[in-house]
């Protein structure tokens, strides 16, 4: 029988770990913007350790090996910011980005009380755009960040308080 993959909550033992598949995952979008020096491949340990005392931080293991991770924090006014969301290149495309990125969604709801999910990605990372477009993230904002990269920042309005449904909360109480 094969072995499952289960997401969990990271601990400090899983930093090393986390950060090697950081460097790994994130090869493939340095290539895409002729760019090796975009943050996830600059990170330090200690940077990642600090991430992980204060924020949510999940892991996919399979056994003893992490194989994607995921990570959020939540504001003041309750927007939840993910990011870091990678999978091992041998086993991406087998849905399991989707299920850590609503792991992390569910988890930052009930223990953060976040109520909008906001990330952002490479403008040119159509896949991982559908990804999210497919969870139920829309587009808001495009902002250039160098010349050849510009970071699209997506949000999602958790059901069923949606834009539409937050729209009509203030016209009604104004
Ligand atoms: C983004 C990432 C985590 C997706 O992980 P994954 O496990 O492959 O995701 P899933 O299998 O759940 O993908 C579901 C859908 O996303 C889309 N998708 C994800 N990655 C894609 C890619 N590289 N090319 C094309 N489509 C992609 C597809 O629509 C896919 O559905 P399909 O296989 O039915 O066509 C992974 O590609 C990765 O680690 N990328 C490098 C790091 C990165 O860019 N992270 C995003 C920053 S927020």
């Known amino acids: 029988m094969g072995m499952s993959v289960t997401i969990s909550a990271a601990t400090d033992v899983d930093a090393e770990q986390i950060l090697k598949l950081q460097y790994l995952c994130y090869q493939s979008e340095a290539a895409l913007y002729g760019d ?5 491949l600059t990170q330090t340990l200690d940077d990642l350790c ?3 005392a204060r924020g949510c931080v999940l892991v996919a293991r399979l056994g003893e090996e992490v194989v994607g991770s995921v990570r959020g924090s939540v504001e003041e006014d309750g927007t939840a910011v993910i990011g870091k969301l ?3 290149p041998r086993m991406q495309r087998h849905g399991l980005g989707r299920r850590l ?5 569910a988890r930052l709801a009930q223990e953060r009380s976040a ?4 990330l952002s990605v490479g ?12 969870l139920g993230y829309t587009p808001v904002a495009t902002e250039p960040v160098s010349p ?3 970071m699209v920042t997506l949000e999602k309005y958790p059901a069923p308080l949606g834009r539409e449904a937050v729209r009509q909360e203030y016209a ?3």
């Open 36 to 40: 090796y020096g975009i943050e996830p």
């Open 50 to 52: 600090a991430e992980l």
């Open 86 to 88: 990678i999978v091992h």
């Open 101 to 105: 990125l609503s792991a992390i969604e």
């Open 115 to 118: 109520k909008r999910y906001r």
């Open 123 to 134: 403008h040119r990372s159509e896949g991982t755009i559908r990804l999210h477009r497919s």
């Open 148 to 150: 050849r990269l510009s």
């Open 172 to 174: 009604a109480s104004a």
